[in-house]
């Protein structure tokens, strides 16, 4: 497999997992529109976090899949006059987002934990209601980012495999 190739193979996993996350985020609504109407205090503090999830899916899914095929044009057209600049200012940027998935899942793992101290120390419905639906952002958008995490490390393997940090260029890249 070469550069182009693996390339394309990692946008199309992103613009699968952006629709994956627009139509999740259609389904939270959904959700918290009866959460919204019913009658349980409980459930109205549920939606509000839920309402933010499917925020976060809709918004940060449509711009994947409305941004990812410009990267790849973008990074085809690159490669094609320098494919070794490319290379290297991809591999760049995969580490710095690999960073950043690292700390974006300990935000999230604590907003996890958050949520559940809150719920164990609130008493009234509502704020435990939040409590609930805090979790469950922390939970949701921790998984989200494993996935997307899991899918840039496959494709920083991939560059690696096919252009080692030593320089040398595998016969099988270009």
């Known amino acids: 497999m070469d550069f182009l190739q693996l390339t394309r193979n990692w946008t199309n996993g992103e613009i699968s997992q ?36 499917t925020l976060l899916f809709l918004f940060y899914g449509s711009f994947v899949f409305r941004n990812r095929p410009q990267k790849l044009a973008a990074t085809i057209k690159s490669f094609q006059q320098n494919a070794k600049q490319t290379v290297e200012t991809e591999r760049k940027r995969i580490l710095k987002e690999k960073e950043n998935y690292y700390k974006i899942r300990v935000t999230w793992a604590l907003v996890a934990i958050l949520g559940l101290i809150s719920y164990l120390l609130l008493q009234n419905e509502f704020y435990q209601g939040i409590a609930i639906g805090t979790m469950l952002l922390g939970i949701a958008t921790f998984i989200v980012d494993t996935l997307l995490l899991k899918r840039i490390n496959k494709y920083y393997v991939g560059i690696e495999s096919l252009f080692p940090m030593n320089g040398k260029t595998s016969s099988k890249s270009i």
């Open 18 to 53: 952006a629709k994956s996350m627009i139509l999740l985020g259609c389904l939270t609504a959904v959700i918290s529109f009866f959460l919204i109407i019913s009658p349980q205090v409980l459930h109205h503090g549920i939606a509000i976090p839920i309402v933010i999830i």
